[in-house]
């Protein structure tokens, strides 16, 4: 069975800094195009950073945009997501999600972390 452990997160205080990682097990884990997401109390899930099955194809959303960094490492199943110069605005649940290249879907969802920011 697949399954994404996440780890990391924790409350901090406005301009410092937060590490997620999430852990693959299971499958194939260079395969996949990992992602993470978040969700703020009220708002929907959204998009924050992805990257692709070698480490290339990195995308953030432009909030996030040279504050936040993502990697992988295939040797260890693992992607992470480095967030610093926090700030409130940036508190939410955040999930790591496995997606098949060239499929609109995810399949696989981590289980989520909560990161908080205060002001």
């Known amino acids: 069975q697949v399954q994404l452990v996440q780890s990391g997160g924790g409350l901090v205080q406005a301009g410092g800094s937060l590490r997620l990682s999430c852990t693959a097990s299971?499958?194939?884990?260079?395969?996949?195009?990992m992602d993470w997401f978040r969700q703020a109390p009220g708002k929907e899930r959204e998009f924050v950073a992805g990257?692709?099955?070698?480490?290339?194809?990195?995308r953030y959303q432009d909030s996030v945009q040279g504050r936040f960094t993502v990697s992988r490492d295939n040797a260890k199943n693992t992607v992470s997501l480095q967030m610093d110069s926090l700030k409130p605005e940036d508190t939410g649940k955040y999930y790591c999600?496995?997606?098949?290249?060239?499929?609109?879907?995810?399949?696989?969802w981590g289980q989520g972390t909560q990161g908080t920011v205060r002001s």
């Open positions: 999600a496995a997606r098949e290249p060239g499929m609109p879907d995810y399949s696989y």
């Open positions: 299971g499958h194939t884990f260079s395969n996949y195009y």
């Open positions: 990257i692709g099955r070698l480490g290339n194809l990195i």
